[in-house]
């Protein structure tokens, strides 16, 4: 499973950072963190201990459905909804979509945290 390298930095930093590479001032390294977070307490609401229990069972168990995943963790459909949606949004969830099911797959159950 892949590492996700998260940082965090103030968002004046995160937008002079994206502004200059935008301008092609900076090129960010591969080692750099590509997900940013302002705080530590807005990261530990995304990567909560549930929700990496979340992905652990996700990367383990690899579900075919969202109900599928709901039957497995004992959580309603909504909130499990809701919630892959926003680690969609961060890049740590992808949800695949065919005719009948949404498909949910990790993309890490390890982070590494670099505080700028």
Known sequence: MTRIIVGIQSQKNIRERVLAIAKGEYKP???????????????????????????????????????????????????????????????FVELQRNKKNIIPIAKATEFQIIAA
């Open 29 to 91: 390294k591969k080692s750099e963190p590509k997900i940013w977070f302002t705080s530590m307490k807005s990261l530990a609401e995304v990567l909560s201990d549930k929700n990496r229990e979340l992905l652990h069972i996700i990367a383990d168990t690899h579900p075919k459905s969202l109900k599928d995943l709901a039957e497995s963790t004992g959580r309603k459909s909504s909130n499990l909804s809701r919630t892959l949606k926003t680690l969609e949004s961060y890049g």
